[in-house]
């Protein structure tokens, strides 16, 4: 009985592939952080006036990056979190004002 390997090409071509989907990925500027206070003002302003926001996250545990997330916001009725509903996608994000690194209207 033989053994059937696969070529090293292929696995080499694959990570190559997807070394260029990774990095051809849109980036975003980074902008310094804000104010709690001044979080806090541009929360209140964007749910009043129904406006779309971009969320900077500051890094957590799992991950050293900045993410950020757009959308509409609200206000949780029962806690301080923030709920963003993405423009695509049936996911929301619960998000802490304490999380939030920069927050800017869209």
């Given amino acids: 009985m033989e053994r059937v390997t696969e070529s090293k090409n292929n696995l080499l ?3 190559l ?3 260029q989907e990774i990095y051809s990925r849109p ?3 980074v902008y ?3 104010p ?7 929360t209140k302003k964007a749910i009043d006036s129904n406006k ?22 609200s206000k949780s009725p029962h806690s301080e979190h923030i ?6 996608g049936n996911t929301f994000h619960l998000i802490q004002p304490d999380d939030i690194h920069h ?3 869209i």
């Avoid at 709690?36 to 541009?42: D, E, G, L, P």
């Avoid at 779309?52 to 916001?73: H, M, R, W, Y």
């Fill in 13 to 15: 071509m694959n990570l």
């Fill in 17 to 19: 592939d997807n070394y």
């Fill in 27 to 29: 980036r975003f500027k």
């Fill in 32 to 34: 310094p952080q804000m």
């Fill in 36 to 42: 709690k206070n001044q979080i806090s003002h541009f």
């Fill in 52 to 73: 779309d926001v971009a969320i900077q996250l500051n890094p957590t545990p799992f991950s050293d990056d900045l993410n950020e997330v757009s959308g509409k916001i």
């Fill in 83 to 88: 709920i963003l509903y993405p423009k695509e």
């Fill in 103 to 105: 927050l800017r209207l």
